[in-house]
């Protein structure tokens, strides 16, 4: 198998400190915990940013605050979200890719997502492919359900992204397909052959889903985006905690984990050059 990709997800649009005290929101806060996670061995970092209160913003300000930090320390792979949160207009999500990260998210379509609705139209999925294909920009296609990796391929057809595809697999956020392992492999079946993939299991399900990950020759991604607890009715306290279980885990079952280099090697990163340190994005 291919050495193992670690993403961290530090933070996320849903999570407060509500739910937990330690989730990181100011800028200096998710850059932190993004470098202490790269120490663990996470070689990407997902990336949402909020504002003063708190609360979910695509403000390109508080995006370039944390690209900035980060890359003073190390040389992690960002992946922007074009998400935000669900009210966020589609110019506000197309403007991140004006800071030309390494790899920014693609939602491959419109779902119910909690209480809410997640609106991702035809149109506005082949704008963010338009931009993402010309400013070299890597498509982490975000699916939520098999109707999104069908959705990517349609696009796909017509140009707009270039193979090999690479898919986050999203299980068990409500709204979306339930974090089971039949359908992890059902989503596995279901993209081209030559792309590579990562998975998520909301919740309670994380360690279940990043274990079959590993063994299935996929990649992971883990932190306080996705769970605030590292066990049952513990709390972690940094998102590093979940980025050295699974070294650990990879290393008992004999998977070796990816630097951040090698992660672009694995991903076929087109602006390589884009977020090493010293860099200017």
């Known amino acids: 198998m291919e050495k193992l990709i670690i993403t961290v997800a530090p933070t996320g649009a849903q999570t407060t400190r509500d739910h937990t005290p330690y989730i990181p929101l100011t ?6 915990s993004i470098y202490e996670s790269w120490k663990a061995g996470a070689a990407i970092g997902h990336v949402h940013v909020r504002d003063v209160m708190g609360e979910n913003t695509m403000d390109l300000s508080i995006y370039q605050e944390v690209i900035d930090r ?5 040389d992690i792979i960002l992946n922007l979200t074009t ?3 669900l009210e966020t207009t589609e110019e506000e999500r197309l403007r991140v890719c004006e800071l030309n990260p390494e790899m920014a998210t693609f939602d491959a379509g419109t779902m119910n997502f909690g209480s809410g609705v997640f609106y991702n139209s035809p149109s506005f999925l082949e704008k963010l492919a ?13 699916a939520f359900d098999v109707g999104m990796i069908h959705n990517a391929l349609r696009i796909a057809k017509k140009g707009l992204m270039n193979e090999p595809f690479h898919f986050q697999f999203v299980l068990g956020v409500a709204g979306g397909m339930p974090a089971t392992p039949k359908n992890l492999m059902h ?3 279901s993209i081209p052959a030559n792309s ?10 994380q360690l279940t889903i990043n274990t079959m990950s590993i063994l299935l020759g996929g990649h992971v991604r883990v932190g306080m985006e996705d769970s605030v607890y590292f066990r049952k009715g513990e709390l972690a306290k940094t998102n590093a905690q979940f980025v050295t279980r699974i070294v650990n885990l990879a290393e008992t079952l004999g998977r070796e984990v990816a630097t951040p280099d090698e992660a672009r ?17």
């Open 196 to 205: 590579t993939w990562s998975a998520i299991g909301a919740s309670k399900h």
């Open 265 to 281: 090697e694995i991903l076929h990163l087109q602006n390589k050059n884009k977020n090493k340190v010293g860099g200017k994005i």
């Open 130 to 142: 338009t931009e993402t294909q010309k400013r070299k920009i890597k498509p982490e296609i975000e």
């Open 187 to 189: 989503m596995v079946d």
């Open 83 to 85: 998400a935000g949160g």
């Open 27 to 32: 800028p200096e806060e998710i850059a932190d």
């Open 70 to 74: 980060v890359k003073e320390k190390c």
